[in-house]
C-alpha cells in the first residue's frame, strides 16, 4: 500500500518531496489544486473532481482553496480503510 505523499517516479517523488518541505509539520489545511494534486498523488483533474465532491472548495476571488481536512474526511467516509474489515 502506497502512503499518501508517495511516487515511485523519482522526478515526481523530488517535486512531492519540496512540496512537504515546503510545509510546516507535513500538513496544510488549505492547498491550490495543483499543491493538493501533488501531494494527494493523483492528477489534478481527479483532485479537482474529488474536492468538488466533498464540497471542500471555497473560491476567493479568482483563487480557489481546498480544505483539507474535509477533503480527508470524505475520503475515509466514503471510501473508508480497506484493512479495517
Known sequence: ????????????????DQV???IPGGKKKWVRYDEGAILYSMGIH???DLAKEAK????IRRIVLVNTEKLDEYIEMM???????
Open 46 to 48: 481527479a483532485f479537482m
Open 1 to 16: 500500500m502506497r502512503m499518501r505523499g508517495m511516487s515511485s517516479d523519482p522526478a515526481k517523488q523530488e517535486r512531492i
Open 56 to 59: 471542500a472548495i471555497y473560491r
Open 79 to 85: 471510501y473508508g480503510d480497506p484493512d479495517s474489515d
Open 20 to 22: 512537504l518541505r515546503s
